[in-house]
């Protein structure tokens, strides 16, 4: 069962874990009770990362969400900034248990589809 991350703007948020289907990488997202939020990951597959518990931010996040997000300690302070097509992307570190405490069957989810694939 999730657990709710906290109140954002009047919304009581909670996280979703998965993995991208093209490979094994985490996919991380903010959902209230009814709807997507936003979209703390983006999937950026010919980009290189130093290890699987660090992601790409998606570039599309307010300022102000973000802040939350840290202050949780869900996203980590910016790793390194890289260019990808026309935009950048900030890469973060995340914590495994964090995420785990917040979505522990999608965390298991994706520990498993990870497994499975064949890089």
Not at 46 to 59: C, E, K, R, S, T
Not at 82 to 98: C, E, L, Q, R
């Amino acid at each position: 069962m999730k657990k709710s991350i906290g109140n954002f703007k009047g919304d009581n948020l909670y996280l979703t874990i998965a993995s991208y289907q093209n490979n094994k990488r985490i996919y991380v997202a903010v959902e209230t009770e009814d709807e997507l939020y936003a979209d703390i990951t983006i999937n950026l597959p010919d980009m290189m990362l130093p290890d699987d518990d660090y992601i790409f931010v998606n570039g599309d996040m307010t300022k102000d969400l973000r802040e939350f997000l840290e202050e949780k300690n869900i996203i980590g302070e910016t790793f390194t900034t890289v260019p990808y097509n026309m935009g950048s992307y900030d890469m973060a570190k995340v914590d495994f248990d964090v995420l785990k405490e917040y979505d522990p069957d999608g965390f298991k989810e994706y520990e498993k589809n990870s497994d499975d694939i064949e890089l």
